[in-house]
C-alpha cells in the first residue's frame, strides 16, 4: 500500500511558496502572512557550545577517543564548515540529557532509555514523513509504547534543515463551524485552517477525531502535507468501567503523545526536526484534553448523564465528573493494552527520579506547575515540596517552537 498521500493544492499560484491560511489571523511578516515562520539563517556553531556539550558527555561516559583529541577534531571541522558532526553516542547521550533537563515532564525517571532513531541524512519532506511513520509504528509496538526520538538534519552554514510544523505527530482537526464553533479539537482550529489553505481535504462528514495531516517543510522552507496512514495511529476508544452510556458518547484518543515542533540543540548544534514520545498520563487527555473549556470541554455532557446537579459550582459537579473522565481513559487505556501512567504512580517515579539525580551530584530543575497533575494534586507527594529553579539555558534541551 502507499503508505503517504502528498496533498495537492493551492501551493504555487501568483503567491509562489506563500501560504495563507483563509482564516488565520495575519500575524507577524506581511510578506509571509500566516506561514509559520522561517527558521533565522542559522550562524557557525560556537565552539564554546562544543567544548561545553563533549566535557559533559565526556564527565558522565566513557568514550573511546580522548576528550582533547575530540575537541581538536570538533574545533577544526567548525573551523572549516561552520558546523560538526555529532557521533552516534554524542547525538544518543545529546538527545537523552535534553529530554532529563526538561523541567515541565514529570517522567523522566527513564531518560536514560530513550531510543534514538539517527536520520540525520533525512531532509525531504517526503522522506522525513516517511520517517514519522515508522517512528509511530516502532513507538507504538501495539500498544506497548517506547520512548523513542528521530533525529533528522540539523540545521547547517547553508541553511536550515527540514521543520514539522505540527504541534504533534498525531493531533485532531478542529473544524470551524457555521455557527462560531469547532467540531474537533479547537486548540488545532487555526493549524486545521492552514492545512486546509494549502489543500488538504477534510474528511466527509467532519468528525471530531479526525487525524490532521503532517505538514513539513523541506529545506526550501516549502510546506508540504502527507497523510498519516490508518495503521500507524493506534486510538483508544473511551469506556467506563461502570456506565455502560460512556461508550455511546464515542469519545476515543490515541495512544501515542509525539511532540514535533520543538527543537533538539546539543553542543551548539540545532536539530529543528526531532519529534520525540513518552507515554501518556492518564490526567492529560482526563482531565486536560477533554475537560478544558477550550478543548472538548465535555465536564456538562458527563455531568449531565451522570444526572449531577449543575445549577452551582458549589455542588462539585465539574469535580465529579472530572475523576469519571480521568477513570474511563485509565480503564481504556488498561483494558486496551496501551501503556499509561497514572498521577499517583508517576508522582512516585519522579520523586525517586530526583533522589537519583541528586545522589549523581546533579540538581533536578522542575516547574511545580507542571509537575503537580492537574486532579488530586495534594494526593500525591510532588505537590508537597519544590524545586530547582528551571534554567531556560541548560544545554543540550528541547527548545520552545519558533512561532
Ligand atoms: N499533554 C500533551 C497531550 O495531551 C502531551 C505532552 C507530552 N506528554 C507525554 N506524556 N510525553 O497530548
Same mark, same amino acid.
Given at each position: 500500500?502507499?503508505? =503517504?498521500?502528498?496533498?495537492? %493544492?493551492?501551493?504555487? $499560484? ?13 500575524? $507577524? ?24 556539550? =563533549? ?6 561516559? &566513557? ?13 577544526? !571541522? ?7 558532526? @555529532? ?11 535534553? +529530554?532529563?533537563?526538561?523541567? #515541565?515532564?514529570? %517522567? ?26 515508522? @517512528? =509511530? ?6 500498544? #506497548? ?60 462528514? *467532519? ?17 508540504? *502535507?502527507? /497523510? ?24 476515543? +484518543? ?17 536539530? $529543528?526536526?526531532?519529534?520525540?514520545? %513518552? +507515554? ?28 449531577? /446537579? ?13 475523576? !469519571? =473522565? ?5 480503564? &481504556?487505556?488498561?483494558?486496551? $493494552? ?29 516547574? +511545580? ?18 524545586? /530547582? ?15
Amino acid at each position: 500500500m502507499t503508505a =503517504l498521500v502528498e496533498g495537492t %493544492g493551492a501551493l504555487s $499560484g501568483s503567491m509562489g511558496t506563500v501560504v495563507r491560511p483563509r482564516s488565520a489571523p495575519e500575524t $507577524g511578516c506581511p510578506v509571509t502572512g500566516g506561514r509559520p515562520a522561517a527558521p533565522p539563517v542559522p550562524q557557525p556553531v560556537d565552539p564554546d557550545e562544543a567544548r561545553t556539550f =563533549l566535557e559533559q558527555f565526556y564527565a558522565e561516559t &566513557s568514550p573511546m577517543v580522548p576528550l582533547d583529541r575530540r575537541l581538536r577534531q570538533v574545533f577544526h !571541522e567548525i573551523a572549516t564548515t561552520g558546523t560538526y558532526r @555529532h557521533t552516534p553516542e554524542e547525538l544518543t547521550f545529546g538527545a537523552r540529557v535534553a +529530554w532529563r533537563n526538561s523541567a #515541565r515532564c514529570i %517522567g523522566r525517571l527513564y531518560w536514560n532509555g530513550l531510543r534514538v532513531r539517527d536520520r540525520r541524512h533525512v531532509t525531504e519532506p517526503a522522506q522525513v514523513a516517511a520517517e514519522c511513520v515508522e @517512528h =509511530l509504528r516502532e513507538a507504538t509496538r501495539g500498544g #506497548r509504547i517506547r520512548s523513542t526520538i528521530t533525529v533528522f538534519a540539523p540545521d547547517g552554514p547553508e541553511g536550515p534543515g527540514p521543520r514539522i510544523l505540527n504541534e504533534q505527530l498525531i493531533r485532531y482537526a478542529g473544524h470551524r463551524t457555521p455557527d462560531g464553533g469547532v467540531r474537533g479539537d479547537p486548540r488545532y482550529a487555526e493549524f486545521t485552517d492552514q492545512v486546509v489553505a494549502i489543500g488538504w481535504q477534510r474528511p466527509e462528514p *467532519l468528525g471530531r477525531f479526525d487525524v490532521l495531516p503532517l505538514m513539513i517543510a523541506g529545506t526550501d522552507g516549502r510546506p508540504r *502535507l502527507f /497523510d498519516l496512514p490508518r495503521d500507524a495511529v493506534h486510538e483508544v476508544g473511551l469506556q467506563h468501567p461502570e456506565f455502560a452510556w460512556f461508550a455511546d458518547l464515542r469519545l476515543r +484518543w490515541h495512544a501515542v503523545p509525539a511532540i514535533s515542533n520543538m527543537p533538539l540543540v546539543v553542543g551548539g548544534v540545532q536539530y $529543528g526536526a526531532a519529534p520525540f514520545n %513518552g +507515554w501518556y498520563l492518564n490526567t492529560e487527555i482526563g482531565a486536560r484534553n477533554l475537560a478544558d473549556t477550550d478543548r472538548y470541554d465535555l465536564l456538562p455532557v458527563i455531568a449531565e448523564r451522570l444526572g449531577l /446537579d449543575t445549577s452551582s459550582v458549589r455542588t462539585l459537579w465539574r469535580d465529579r465528573a472530572l475523576i !469519571e =473522565l480521568v477513570r474511563a481513559v485509565q480503564y &481504556s487505556f488498561d483494558e486496551a $493494552g496501551v501503556t499509561m501512567a497514572d498521577h499517583h504512580t508517576e508522582s512516585e517515579r519522579f520523586l525517586t527520579h530526583v533522589a537519583k539525580e541528586e545522589s549523581a551530584g546533579r540538581s533536578c530543575p522542575a516547574d +511545580w506547575s507542571w509537575i503537580v497533575p492537574p486532579v488530586s494534586g495534594a494526593l500525591t507527594a510532588v505537590y508537597h515540596r519544590y524545586y /530547582d529553579a528551571p534554567d531556560p539555558d541548560a544545554r543540550p534541551a528541547f527548545l520552545p517552537p519558533a512561532s
